[in-house]
């Protein structure tokens, strides 16, 4: 079946450092990914959809110099959080979406970046 | 290889009937089941979740059971509402750094 990786699996880093979170499709070729970001309740936060070769659309309310999305490849889209503040602190997960017949929507998550800002 | 599967992509009810999405797993060391539900353009809202020392969970019309000897999980939404309409994914973690998630159910409630 589809996997989905991402790296790293968690990264500490410093205030105003910037940390690149990769989302990969092992398996198969992604024409769109999402990044999502979790929130203390659990539910996942849409931030942006990545298709590949052209500019992510980022949701109301997210930050696109903040959160920089590059979705370079059919395989990789990364995603770039510059000048990481504490507050930025979350778990950030990646999906990758396989076209399917009619509206089914499938979705191939990756199991998640946990960032912790100090 | 995928760790938690849902093996039914879409999935219709009659208002009013029961609602059974089921969800499998292969890894033992899981030790936390999520379900999600997501409408188009959004992200997955957070539904209802259990332990791993618990086989039954209940939130008003949504109840979860897990059957950890068959690494099976399954959501019944009792009655089944159009609203509830949309897709469903269910997820597991051990470690709560990383969440497996399945490829999500859709559900159709059909007034």
């Known amino acids: 079946g589809a996997v989905v990786s991402q790296h790293p699996s968690r990264v500490i880093c410093k205030s105003g450092t910037s940390v690149k979170i990769e989302c990969r499709s092992l398996?198969?070729?992604?024409?769109?990914m999402f990044w999502y970001r979790q929130f203390p309740k659990k539910s996942l936060m849409l931030m942006a959809t990545s298709n590949e070769g052209s500019k992510a659309t980022y949701e109301q309310g997210v930050e696109k110099d903040k959160f920089l999305i590059n979705h370079a490849s059919l395989t990789l889209s990364t995603l770039t959080v510059t000048s990481a503040h504490p507050e930025d602190s979350s778990f950030y997960i990646c999906?990758?979406?396989?076209?399917?017949?009619?509206?089914?929507?499938?979705?191939?998550f990756g199991p998640g970046t946990r960032l912790l800002v100090l | 290889d995928q760790q938690v599967k849902q093996n039914s992509p879409s999935l219709s009810v009659q208002e009013g009937r029961i609602s059974i999405l089921n969800c499998d797993y292969t890894n033992s060391m899981f030790d936390y089941f999520l379900w999600y539900k997501k409408y188009p353009a959004e992200g997955p809202t957070f539904l209802i979740s259990i332990s791993s020392i618990k086989d039954k969970n209940e939130d008003g019309r949504f109840t979860v059971f897990l059957n950890k000897s068959a690494k099976h999980l399954s959501l019944h939404i009792v009655p089944s509402q159009p609203g509830d309409s949309a897709v469903y994914f269910c997820a597991a973690t051990f470690t709560g750094n990383q969440f497996y998630f399945g490829t999500g159910t859709s559900l159709t409630v059909i007034p």
């Open positions: 398996d198969f070729q992604a024409t769109t």
């Open positions: 999906s990758a979406r396989v076209p399917q017949a009619g509206d089914q929507e499938t979705q191939y």
